[in-house]
Structures are given as structure tokens and as C-alpha cells.
């Protein structure tokens, strides 16, 4: 990954989840919590690719199951967003623009339920039986529920932010002046657009000197009369 993927990626897995600890776990919702920090992850994932979002869901899992109050085993969340991005980078649109946000919509529901479900999975893997209690389809849906309402408030921003910083206007702008600037320079040197200036400015001078010639022809003939 290039460094300024790096730095916003890891910018916004932080916020993300000081976000998703401070406030929104304290929320005391049923069912789920709303997942921050898997909105993230989507967005990078559906700009950077199957590759970038499976980095940035590792990184980021892995951040989640070392910060306090962690209760799981390390590498638990961290395998589950990276399955997670990688998935959600396939669904990037090949032209890089969102034409609607069904398809990212449909993303999210399809995220939210899958990390869901993995998570329970390697949980009971490892002898974690906690879903059991809570009820998994309440889960499921109050997961699903609350990460689509979150959705259209996190995604499309972390979409922009991550296109803004590959795609530098000030750079683009900078070089095209640049190329402007060559191209220009290209014709006036290589196509005889000066050349043709100095033949006209040659056409204009011969002009002249007929006319001195043609005015001196008239004076001699005026003084010979």
C-alpha cells in the first residue's frame, strides 16, 4: 500500500474506534452494537480493492481486539474484518464511481451479517459460547439494522476521503499545467509556426522595400523630366 493509504487508513481506523468504544458501546442498544469500525473498513475496501481492504481489516481487527475492554482472544475480529474486506474490495466498482447506493447498501447488510457470523463461529471454535445466550438472530438483525442506518453517514464520506487522497487535485492541476506548458512549447518549436512568422515578417520587409524602391523610381523620374 502507498503511504498516504497508509496514513489515512490508519487516521481513520483510530477515530473510528475511539468512536466505537467511548460512544456508541455505551449506547446500551438491544441486541448488536453499531459497528464503527466495520463501516470503515467497507469504504476503504470498496476504493482500495479485495488486497488494500484485506490489510486495512487485519490492522484494523487487530487494533480492536488489543484495545481495552477487549474480552476475546487476539486475532479473533482481526480474522474476521480481514475475510470481511477482502470480500468488500471485490464488489468495487470497476470505473471507481458509485452510479447508486443500492449496491453498497446491499454490502453493508451482507457485511454486517457476515462478520456476525464468523464472529460467533470462531468464537464457538474456541469455546467462546456467548452468542448462544444473547440469541443469535436478534443479533443478526438488530447488527444488520443498525449498521444500514449508520451506513449513509460513514461510508460515502470514507469513500471520498480515501479517493481524495489518491487522486491529488493540486498535483493533477499542477501537472496538466505542466503538460500545457511542454505542448505548447512543442508546436511553437517543432511544427514552423515561427518559421511561418519570420516568412511573413520577410514578406512584410520585401513589401516595404518595393515600396521605398517604387517611391525613389518615381523621384528620379520627376527630376529627369
Avoid at 474506534?17 to 467511548?22: A, D, G, K, P, R
Avoid at 453499531?34 to 475496501?45: E, I, S, Y
Avoid at 451479517?113 to 474456541?126: F, Q
Avoid at 512549447?185 to 517543432?190: A, P
Wanted: aromatic share 4%; proline share 4%; with cysteine.
Amino acid at each position: 500500500m502507498r503511504v498516504n493509504r497508509i496514513l489515512l487508513s490508519t487516521a481513520l481506523v483510530v477515530v473510528a474506534l475511539v468512536v466505537q468504544v467511548s460512544v456508541l458501546a455505551r449506547l446500551h442498544l438491544p441486541g448488536a452494537v453499531p459497528d464503527l469500525l466495520l463501516l470503515t473498513v467497507l469504504g476503504l475496501a470498496m476504493v482500495y480493492g479485495h488486497v488494500g481492504g484485506a490489510l486495512v481489516g487485519f490492522a484494523a481487527g487487530l487494533l480492536a481486539d488489543l484495545a481495552p475492554p477487549a474480552d476475546h482472544a487476539a486475532g479473533r475480529y482481526a480474522l474476521v474484518l480481514c475475510v470481511i474486506g477482502y470480500f468488500a474490495g471485490l464488489a468495487r466498482p470497476e470505473s471507481g464511481r458509485l452510479k447508486s447506493a443500492t449496491g453498497p447498501m446491499a454490502v453493508v447488510v451482507g457485511a454486517a451479517v457476515a462478520s456476525t457470523l464468523l464472529y460467533a463461529g470462531v468464537g464457538a471454535l474456541v469455546g467462546d459460547t456467548a452468542a448462544r445466550h444473547v440469541g443469535l438472530p436478534g443479533l443478526l438483525f438488530s447488527a444488520a439494522l443498525y449498521d444500514l442506518l449508520l451506513a449513509p453517514f460513514v461510508v460515502p464520506g470514507i469513500m471520498w476521503l480515501a479517493r481524495r487522497s489518491d487522486n491529488d487535485p493540486l498535483a493533477e492541476t499542477g501537472s496538466a499545467t505542466k503538460a500545457g506548458d511542454i505542448s505548447s512549447g512543442w508546436l511553437s518549436s517543432g511544427t514552423g509556426l515561427r518559421i511561418g512568422g519570420q516568412r511573413s515578417g520577410l514578406g512584410a520587409l520585401k513589401a516595404k522595400a518595393r515600396t521605398r524602391s517604387t517611391r525613389v523610381g518615381r523621384i528620379k523620374g520627376v527630376k529627369r523630366l
